[in-house]
């Protein structure tokens, strides 16, 4: 298609994208903004997309980040839209927060700090501070194992990472197949069924994406069949886990914390759980690395029709 006929191209943006993904498309003479009338794409993050903000001048939705469930995917599909995303893009960010959150669990690192805080100047200081040291004693990951569902990008890379810091880890994929399995990190030993990851896992990490197969892939029945003690990290989707059957275990004390990063109103405050507000792509790095992608993929569609990964 000839330049001139480029410059006409509307994307309309939702949530902040960062802007190294917008020059992307600026650089080609794309109209962008947020409340772009007749968008001939619509380019967001978290925002939940509803089928009314969607005019029929749309011809590509893209996502700059990994999970699409905030999208009416189906919907697209019948229509013929594609929907692109940026897989991978973010997984540097997420494995670092899965290990902030493994080290965090392991050295009770959340309420010493706030008892640290508490402490004023007085007497009995130096006998509050052993008192905190041991309380708050932890254990080291080395020899422990991860237990990591959901083998992809992500997964894959936080599973190679706890690999190299001497964990065990353990894998499964729900969606493996003869054709993808070639994909699996090849150091990851598999499991043969989900439930053997529950029972073997000292740390269960969960990169799944969501939809009808992984809602309450975490459920009541799993976690009896857990190892005692399991940590459980939640930095995919909230609905994966069922936050009733969490707050069970906790309570019956054979799960030792779960950690998540999705803020909810029925684990506020409860001592066995540390949420974050979705802080799992939030780096400089992974937002310019989603919007990157994902505005390369709306520009080559629009442009040359092109599709990558829709
Ligand atoms: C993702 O699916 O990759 C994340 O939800 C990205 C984000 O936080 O925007």
């Excluded at 964990?167 to 989900?194: C, F, H, Q």
């Excluded at 029709?305 to 829709?310: F, K, R, V």
Aim: with cysteine.
């Amino acid at each position: 298609m000839p330049e001139a006929a480029a410059a006409a191209y509307r994307v309309a943006t939702y949530n902040a994208i960062s802007a190294r993904g917008l020059e992307r498309l600026s650089a080609s003479h794309f109209a962008i903004g947020k409340a772009l009338a007749d968008p001939d794409a619509i380019l967001l993050r978290s925002h939940s997309l509803q089928l009314a903000e969607i005019p029929a001048s749309v011809k590509a939705i893209g996502r700059a980040g990994a999970g699409v469930n905030n999208i009416p995917v189906e919907e697209m599909t019948r229509r013929g839209i594609p929907v692109f995303n940026a897989p991978g893009a973010n997984a540097n960010a997420v494995k670092e927060l899965v290990l902030a959150a493994m080290l965090l669990a392991a050295r009770n690192l959340v309420p010493a700090a706030g008892f640290a805080q508490s402490l004023a100047p007085g007497d009995d200081f130096d006998k509050r501070v052993e008192d905190g040291k041991k309380q708050f004693a932890g254990f080291e990951l080395p020899g422990r194992t991860l237990g990591v569902i959901g083998l992809g990008a992500i997964g894959g890379l936080v599973a190679d990472t706890a690999i190299r810091m001497g964990m065990k880890v353990v894998g499964y994929d729900p969606e493996i197949t003869v054709d993808n399995a070639w994909r699996l990190p090849a150091s990851v030993r598999r499991a043969a069924s989900i439930e053997e990851v529950f029972k073997s896992s000292d740390f269960l990490t969960l990169h799944v994406p969501l939809n009808a197969k992984t809602r309450h892939l975490v459920d009541a029945a799993r976690l009896a069949g857990a190892r005692k003690g399991l940590v459980l990290l939640n930095f995919s989707r909230d609905a994966v886990v069922d936050e009733a059957a969490v707050l069970e275990s906790l309570a019956e004390k054979r799960m030792r914390g779960y950690v998540c990063d999705f803020p909810s109103p029925a684990l506020q405050g409860h001592p066995g759980v540390v949420t974050f507000p979705h802080l799992g792509a939030s780096t400089e790095e992974a937002e310019e690395n989603c919007a990157v992608m994902v505005a390369e993929q709306l520009r080559a569609f629009l442009e040359h029709g092109t599709i990558a990964n829709a």
